[in-house]
């Protein structure tokens, strides 16, 4: 069989316009661009938004796989009945999915694909933290006393990543033991230990011991349990008087007053000079004195106990004279002994004083009248009266004023 020349004209074209298929096809593979994924973080319960996006399309359809590779989304099409799992979006160039009550079994990566010649793909990882729950403190139950040791342990669980443990004195930061990390069969989640040991002293009494999480799926801060501290140790005295300053014959009381833990029960009075006076009565953390008297000045001490321990403390009693001004800061009181030594020499020397002024005056008083009687007598024979004879005694002239003494 022979062919002619425009046989084969004709068969050459159709072979030219076969490689130019074959070529614009080659083209358009290669413009295509895949898809375009993010990877999101989400904690259990929350809601994940899946996006996938292309520049261009060829009216080929985009389509949403799960971890499992099934179908969840083919365009507008739910493909999974899975009432979790909604459209938000869905066009030529975007597909958009939500995902709510996210559970761990949700975690792993998602598949967006975009169904050209060939099929080109983008995954995104979602990954599901797992939450930790409310931490719980162990290990301390009843009171330990001033200068024990005191050990609490502190766990919590359900965390994915591991939780971090952080411990806490009232709002200060304190430092425990490095966190024990253990996994949790039958799921991808993890407990956390931890262990804080403390001497304690009196004033962590009250204190706030407490344990916080930190976790990435605590979005307002952090999780944290407390517990109250309770330290026993034996109580610190003072005595408080009703007033600062006692006057006699007023009731008057002193108190007692013991800081500890417990409270002290049990009180005794002393008085350090000799016994209680007669008139003050012991009422547990009272001292009280009917009427006081310079007699009820002196030391008196106070001895509290608790159980634990016990402290004493003194106090100086010094009682005012019944008419000092209270009110009056300056006023210094002294024992009653002092008192009467000091007043009785003032009054001692404040009667030898006028004393002395007494007799000077006297003598004065005296000679100055035996002069007037003397002078008198020399000009009486030719006064009228006693006054114009003490002046003609003394020389006086006419002319001059007359000079009168006057005697009552």
């Not at 076969?18 to 375009?36: D, G, H, Q, R």
């Not at 799992?85 to 958009?96: C, D, N, P, R, Y």
């Amino acid at each position: 069989m022979s062919f002619s020349k425009h046989h084969y004209l004709h068969i050459f074209y159709y072979d030219l316009l076969y490689f130019f298929k074959i070529l614009e096809t080659s083209v358009n593979v290669l413009i295509i661009i895949p898809p375009v994924t993010q990877d999101e973080t989400v904690a259990v319960g929350g809601v994940v938004t899946l996006t996938c996006n292309v520049k261009e399309n060829d009216n080929s359809s985009l389509q949403w796989s799960n971890t499992a590779q099934q179908t969840l989304y083919f365009g507008e099409k739910r493909a999974l009945r899975d009432n979790r799992i909604q459209l938000v979006k869905s066009t030529g160039t975007e597909l958009i999915i939500t995902i709510s009550d996210v559970q761990l079994s949700d975690d792993g990566e998602y598949t967006c694909s975009i169904f050209t010649m060939p099929v080109r793909t983008a995954r995104a990882t979602v990954t599901v933290l797992g939450v930790p729950g409310k931490p719980v403190i162990t290990g301390f139950e009843d009171a330990v006393q001033e200068g024990g040791k005191v050990t609490f342990t502190c766990t919590s669980s359900g965390s994915k990543p591991p939780a971090k443990l952080h411990w806490y004195r009232d709002q200060e930061e304190i430092q425990g033991r490095p966190d024990v990390v253990e996994s949790n069969p039958d799921e991808p989640t993890y407990t956390v230990t931890s262990e804080l040991t403390l001497t304690v002293t009196r004033n962590d009494n009250n204190a706030l011991i407490a344990c916080a999480v930190d976790h990435p799926s605590i979005a307002n801060g952090d999780k944290r349990t407390e517990r109250p501290l309770s330290v026993l140790f034996s109580p610190s005295v003072s005595i408080q008087p009703e007033s600062d300053l006692p006057r006699e014959g007023e009731k008057f009381f002193l108190q007692c007053v013991g800081n500890g833990n417990p409270e002290p029960t049990a009180f005794v009075w002393r008085r350090k000079d000799g016994e209680l006076p007669p008139m003050a009565k012991v009422d547990d953390a009272f001292l009280h004195f009917e009427s006081l008297n310079k007699s009820d000045n002196g030391v008196y001490e106070c001895q509290a106990d608790n159980g634990i321990g016990m402290g004493d403390v003194t106090h100086t009693l010094l009682v005012q004279e019944a008419g000092v001004n209270a009110a009056d800061p300056t006023v210094i009181t002294t024992p009653s002994g002092v008192d009467h030594a000091v007043i009785g020499g003032v009054v001692a020397v404040i009667v030898f004083i006028m004393l002395c002024l007494l007799i000077v005056l006297g003598r004065y008083l005296i000679r100055h009248k035996g002069t007037y009687l003397t002078h008198e007598a020399k000009g009486s024979d030719d006064a009228p009266d006693a006054d114009t004879a003490i002046i003609n005694a003394e020389g006086g002239h006419s002319g001059m004023d007359d000079k009168k003494e006057y005697f009552i």
